[in-house]
């Protein structure tokens, strides 16, 4: 409130504006101001859940060579609710530099993922679920943030996926952080 709120005068609480992808409620919205101030009044934000991954996926990183450079990509088909196929693979370019085209990834599907779980939190959607491979199966979580698809945990180029539980949402956040940080991510392919 702009001004005080009288002693034994009614109050009213509501969101005048709804925050750009956010979704706000309050809490103990109204009553009558007592001889304290009001304490009990909570306004609490959710992020609007972002769709499940599909398309075609760019990475934003690129390796590049003397003479080439490559790209990785996702294209990602949904065949159910919660299963999506994956083919994954990357386009390689010689005698040009990282420009981000276009080009669609061609290949038999590599993975099949089926997700389990979702929960979303400020501007970041997690996707949990098993990723399964012609190698065997292992838990991954897929976030989207933003323009961001980041798969964790994040592989390192030419290693082993690296196994790691991510139980709460705050703590795939942060690693989805350090990866667009770190330029790990992958970003929708404009149709």
Same mark, same amino acid.
Request: glycine share 8%; net charge neutral.
């Given at each position: 409130?702009?001004?005080?709120?009288?002693?034994?005068?009614?109050?009213?609480?509501?969101?005048?504006?709804? @925050?750009?992808?956010?979704?706000?409620?309050?809490?103990?919205?109204?009553?009558?101001?007592?001889?304290?101030?009001? $304490?009990?009044?909570?306004?609490?934000?959710?992020?609007? @859940?972002?769709?499940?991954?599909?398309?075609? +996926?760019? &990475?934003?990183?690129?390796?590049?060579?003397?003479?080439?450079?490559?790209?990785?990509?996702?294209?990602?088909? $949904?065949?159910?609710?919660? #299963?999506?196929?994956?083919?994954?693979?990357?386009?390689?370019?010689?005698?040009?530099?990282?420009?981000?085209?276009?080009? &669609?990834?061609?290949?038999? @599907? &590599?993975?099949?993922?089926?997700?389990?779980?979702?929960?979303?939190?400020?501007?970041?959607?997690?996707? +949990?679920?098993?990723?399964?491979?012609?190698?065997?199966? #292992?838990?991954?979580? +897929?976030? $989207?943030?933003?323009?961001?698809?980041?798969?964790?945990?994040?592989?390192?180029?030419?290693? @082993?996926?690296?196994?790691?539980?991510?139980?709460?949402?705050?703590?795939?956040?942060?690693?989805?952080?350090?990866?667009?940080?770190?330029?790990?991510?992958?970003?929708?392919?404009?149709?």
């Amino acid at each position: 409130f702009n001004t005080a709120v009288a002693s034994g005068a009614t109050y009213a609480v509501q969101v005048q504006t709804q @925050p750009a992808g956010q979704t706000c409620s309050v809490a103990n919205a109204s009553g009558t101001v007592g001889s304290s101030d009001v $304490r009990s009044v909570q306004v609490t934000c959710t992020g609007l @859940p972002q769709a499940a991954p599909e398309g075609a +996926w760019a &990475a934003e990183s690129c390796f590049q060579g003397f003479d080439l450079t490559t790209r990785e990509y996702l294209n990602i088909v $949904r065949e159910g609710e919660l #299963r999506f196929i994956v083919t994954q693979g990357s386009v390689t370019r010689y005698f040009s530099f990282c420009n981000s085209g276009g080009e &669609a990834l061609a290949g038999q @599907p &590599a993975e099949s993922l089926v997700f389990d779980r979702q929960e979303t939190s400020g501007s970041l959607t997690a996707f +949990w679920g098993t990723q399964t491979n012609s190698t065997g199966s #292992r838990r991954v979580v +897929w976030a $989207r943030k933003g323009p961001y698809l980041c798969q964790l945990p994040r592989k390192p180029f030419n290693q @082993p996926a690296p196994v790691k539980d991510y139980p709460t949402i705050a703590s795939v956040e942060q690693d989805t952080d350090e990866a667009i940080k770190a330029v790990g991510c992958f970003k929708k392919v404009p149709n």
